[in-house]
């Protein structure tokens, strides 16, 4: 189902909007495999120098379509892994190695490996109404999609660990507040805001942006001395671009500076 997933490209920026309003958004294979299919787009596209990525009605993603999942286990196949092999592990790898920055604009709430799915993209706004649920004890699982992963770090053990083994919901203010996420805009603002932050993102120098993502993936896992020597290699690499060289001569000249990426 092609409609599932949104797919709008301008100024520079892909707009994906999840497209199953009547399920939240709730990821069926097809909106995985449309999913991928959009990332593969943007990816070889090197016009797209930003994204943007929302749902459409009054929520962002409801994690995995349990509707699906009791299809598959009525069947009698009963296979934890496979989906997140299949489609989770790799979206979340991709949103965090892409070579361009991801705005996610939480529209709604955000539950299960929808929640975690908005947490690996690079900035993160929601709308005041929106809420972020780990729904997964809630349903006897654990936290996928890179959510015992990213939690701790954003907020802490204790406010992770009350996350993960109550399933409450956390308001966008709430998680703004703590660090979760980067800002909270009222609801009828927040696609105009997130387009325009795209948008910004993408006239930036995509090549260094890319560097400072890598560079920000490798820091919790570094020590200082490896972490100072991964700096010095991408320093080496966004020195090297065309857009170094514009950004400083558009300093000295006072004037806007025009980055190509
Ligand atoms: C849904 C869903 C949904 C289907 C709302 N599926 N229809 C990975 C791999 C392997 C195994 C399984 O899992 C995973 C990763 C995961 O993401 S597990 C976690 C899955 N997600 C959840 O457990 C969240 C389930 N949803 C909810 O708890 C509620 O819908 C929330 C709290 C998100 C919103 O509640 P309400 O605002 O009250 O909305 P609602 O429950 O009435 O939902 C509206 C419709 O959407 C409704 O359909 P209907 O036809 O009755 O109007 C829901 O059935 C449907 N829906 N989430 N995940």
Redesign the pocket.
């Known amino acids: 189902m092609a409609d599932d997933l949104l797919f709008e490209r301008a100024a520079g920026v892909a707009t994906i909007t999840l497209n199953r309003p009547?399920?939240?958004n709730?990821?069926t294979t097809e909106l995985h495999r449309a999913l991928a299919a959009a990332l593969d787009t943007v990816e070889g596209d090197e016009t797209i120098r930003a994204v943007m990525l929302t749902g459409a009605g009054r929520?962002f993603c409801?994690?995995?379509?349990?509707?699906e999942?009791a299809a598959i286990i009525a069947g009698g196949k009963v296979e934890?892994g496979k989906?997140?092999e299949t489609w989770?592990n790799p979206l979340v790898r991709r949103l965090r190695r892409l070579e361009k920055p991801v705005v996610c604009a939480v529209n709604g709430?955000a539950?299960?490996?929808?929640a975690n799915i908005a947490l690996a993209c690079d900035i993160v706004l929601a709308a005041r109404s929106a809420s972020f649920?780990q729904?997964?004890c809630?349903?006897g699982?654990v936290p996928?999609?890179g959510g015992s992963y990213v939690l701790p770090r954003l907020v802490g053990m204790a406010r992770a660990s009350a996350l993960t083994l109550l399933g409450d919901?956390l308001p966008a203010e709430q998680a703004a507040a703590w660090g979760l996420i980067w800002r909270v805009v009222d609801d009828d603002a927040l696609v105009a805001e997130a387009t325009a932050l795209a948008q910004h993102l993408a006239r930036q120098p995509t090549r260094a942006l890319a560097l400072i993502k890598q560079a920000l993936n490798a820091s919790f896992a570094n020590t200082l001395d490896e972490q100072l020597d991964l700096e010095r290699a991408l320093q080496i690499k966004a020195a090297a671009t065309d857009d170094f060289r514009e950004g400083v001569a558009a300093f000295l000249e006072k004037r806007p500076a025009n980055f190509t990426g």
């Open positions: 009547d399920k939240l709730a990821f929520g409801a994690g995995q379509d349990l509707a999942r934890g989906a997140l989770y709430v539950a299960g490996a929808g649920i729904a997964f809630r349903i699982l996928d999609a919901k």
